[in-house]
């Protein structure tokens, strides 16, 4: 049975409210209470609902020639700009009051709203409000919202004037040539960030509130005609999806919207610089904005993405290839490290030289534990370590960390719980971990390095290999938003391999990868390769 067809029936069984009551019925939803035409019952109603607080200032004051008409202003102190209300809201409102009237009569009704929007408010931003929900929202976002006695609507004008924090530089992602500047906390100070990058009238921007008690603002970006129109499809269906009390950070959109959840491998990549952001949106990914942090998530995410840098695209092709051929090696030896040295030195001594065997069987004399014991202690202290480290106060963490470390260590050492050549394992191992430009991948490196050591404790090289194994299977089973976690490699796509490993000069990176964008490919056209000059046309002058 159709809505209407429902509210015809309960009218015509005396049912009071049979629209809202269908409403309800049909949706799950409670209706919106709309405002009244009495100024003081919405007010008194404003007051009540908002526990009286100090915070809130709820003004009634009386406009027109002769004060005939009475409105009120609500705002949040804190969140609006009190400059701003007084000099565009509350100055406009008694100085230019001779537009509410035509000849000698005050205009009343929708038209009073509408000569306020219209002819006397100096504001771009104006929108109407016809129920409290919309109401609370807008105070508790930092707009003003006026209502006037005798109509049951209200404009909500945008005064939003609260501290941030300003762009400062990002520390996280900090880079030797390239820009500075990072997100701050405050959505749009974040997409102008980006929109002075990409001056495209194509970059589209939508934003939605999600969270029943915060109703945080999270905004969706791409260029339209770029980003894979199913891609960004499956992001807003997944955002509607989302029913949750409060949105904090974007680490709660990321864990709600991400395709597998049984997984140590990220699936969306996140980042605090706006050129890193801007250059995803011009591979044709979605970011993914939230009001509150300076995170912005970026959809579909790849695994080499996690290895690329800004500061890659800054440098010469063959210098950024050479740093990303380092990350790749240092996450090996961050993932398989104590794994090899636990399984070489407890079931594969033939494969060492013997001066080095003779020397780490010295070492370990009289050490009271096996290898891959002595390496899970090792390794359990150092992360021990380095979460006390950040939890530290800036001012004492670096030193208490470094200290800790050397002395621990040391200590260790003399006192014969372990061996030298394992603190060098674990110490090398430690360094590795930091070379991923994202944290969020290092994290996921630092929890499969625990099973691989137990693996080679007990099966040796044979453990190893069927941890790898086992890794690359779990890694090829992944999708991100449709896309395969290993792509460009599996499956293999030829044309997108110039910026995986290696990367080609600019001038070779003819197109964006395919399984991404599809509708827009090529990054140029019509554009031949440079020929390199003749020594005689280098030496000739132009």
Avoid at 77 to 106: M, P, V
Avoid at 224 to 230: H, L, R, V
Avoid at 438 to 460: H, Q, W
Wanted: net charge neutral; proline share 6%; with cysteine.
């Amino acid at each position: 049975m159709g809505f209407f067809q429902k509210v015809i029936r309960k009218i015509g069984s005396g049912h009071e409210n049979a629209g809202q009551d269908a409403l309800r019925e049909q949706t799950g939803a409670e209706p919106k209470e709309p405002l009244t035409s009495g100024l003081k019952d919405n007010l008194g109603r404003i007051r009540e609902q908002l526990g009286n607080s100090s915070d809130i200032i709820v003004r009634e004051m009386r406009i027109g020639q002769s004060g005939r008409q009475r409105a009120g202003i609500v705002y949040a102190d804190g969140l609006a700009d009190k400059t701003a209300i007084n000099d565009f809201i509350l100055e406009t409102l008694t100085k230019h009051s001779d537009l509410l009237y035509a000849e000698d009569q005050l205009v009343s009704g929708p038209e009073l709203i509408g000569a306020l929007k219209e002819d006397i408010l100096p504001v771009d931003d104006l929108k109407y409000i016809t129920d409290f929900e919309t109401l609370y929202t807008a105070v508790l976002s930092g707009e003003t919202v006026i209502l006037l006695d005798g109509i049951s609507q209200g404009i909500s004008v945008s005064t939003q004037g609260w501290k941030d924090r300003g762009v400062t530089e990002n520390s996280a992602e900090s880079v030797v040539r390239g820009p500075r500047e990072a997100f701050t906390e405050t959505l749009r100070t974040n997409t102008a960030q980006i929109r002075r990058k990409i001056k495209n009238p194509n970059l589209w921007l939508e934003t939605k509130a999600i969270g029943r008690q915060t109703k945080t603002d999270v905004a969706i970006m791409f260029i339209q005609g770029i980003a894979n129109e199913g891609v960004v499809k499956e992001v807003r269906e997944r955002l509607n999806r989302i029913d949750i009390d409060g949105i904090l950070e974007s680490g709660y959109i990321e864990e709600l919207i991400q395709d597998e959840t049984v997984t140590p491998f990220p699936t969306i990549y996140n980042t605090e610089r706006p050129d890193v952001v801007a250059a995803e949106l011009l591979e044709g990914k979605v970011a993914i904005l939230v009001d509150g942090t300076p995170f912005v998530l970026i959809v579909p995410a790849i695994l080499v993405s996690f290895f690329h840098s800004a500061e890659d695209y800054y440098h010469p092709a063959g210098i950024s290839s050479l740093v990303r051929l380092l990350r790749y090696v240092g996450s090996f030896i961050a993932l398989l490290g104590p794994s090899l040295y636990v399984a070489i030195t407890t079931f594969h001594q033939e494969m060492l030289p013997t001066p080095l065997l003779i020397s780490l069987a010295s070492q370990r004399e009289g050490i009271p534990f096996p290898a891959f014991v002595e390496a899970v202690l090792m390794e359990v202290a150092f992360e021990i370590l380095r979460e006390a480290g950040l939890r530290m106060p800036r001012t004492i963490g670096p030193a208490v960390s470094i200290v800790g470390t050397l002395v621990i260590g040391q200590a260790a050492v003399e006192a014969g719980i372990v061996s030298a050549a394992m603190v060098i394992v674990v110490s090398t191992t430690a360094i590795s971990s930091f070379v991923f430009p994202s944290y969020s991948l290092s994290n996921a490196f630092r929890m499969l390095r625990f099973p691989m050591m137990a693996l080679a404790g007990c099966f040796g090289l044979l453990g190893i290999i069927v941890g790898v194994i086992a890794i690359i299977l779990h890694l090829s089973s992944l999708r991100t938003f449709g896309v395969p976690y290993l792509s460009p490699f599996a499956p293999f796509i030829p044309s997108d391999q110039g910026d995986t490993i290696f990367r080609l000069p600019h001038w070779a990176l003819l197109t964006r990868p395919r399984l991404i964008s599809q509708s827009n490919v090529y990054r140029k056209r019509n554009m031949p390769y440079p020929k390199p000059k003749s020594r005689q046309e280098q030496k000739r002058p132009q």
